[in-house]
Nanobody
Framework: QVQLVESGGGSVQAGGSLRLSCAASGYTYKTDYMGWFRQAPGKEREGVAAIASSGTTTYADSVKGRATIAKDNAKNTLYLQMNSLAPEDTAKYYC???????????????????WGQGTQVTVSS
């Protein structure tokens, strides 16, 4: 069993930055592949970024150049740094543990094995 708890969400102005955190506990050996997903009201949940224990990362086209995913293995904590935020980034952001495999599959929602409760990010114009 893995528990994931997000924090760091809030309200920011367009153009601002935010860093989300995710604390993992339990069977952390199951967290070698982790990612961030988001869901806005009325829209499908989508992958934002993912990272493997090797340090390899992948990002959705919508956030490339603006988002950075990182993991502190000593603290069992996952981070998502987002810059140049826009109203379109407004959503509830979820931390997730996911299945290993080809990098091209990391951001697929159906491959997530554990979800956090989510943290709200609201970007005002």
């Amino acid at each position: 069993q893995v528990q994931l708890v997000e924090s760091g969400g809030g309200s920011v102005q367009a153009g601002g930055s935010l860093r989300l955190s995710c604390a993992a506990s339990g069977y952390t050996y199951k967290t070698d592949y982790m990612g961030w997903f988001r869901q806005a009201p009325g829209k499908e949940r989508e992958g934002v970024a993912a990272i493997a224990s090797s340090g390899t990362t992948t990002y959705a086209d919508s956030v490339k150049g603006r988002a950075t995913i990182a993991k502190d293995n000593a603290k069992n904590t996952l981070y998502l740094q987002m810059n140049s935020l826009a109203p379109e980034d407004t959503a509830k952001y979820y931390c997730a543990a996911l299945m290993g495999g080809p990098r091209e599959l990391w951001l697929l929602v159906h491959r997530v094995t554990y979800w956090g409760q989510g943290t709200q990010v609201t970007v005002s114009s």
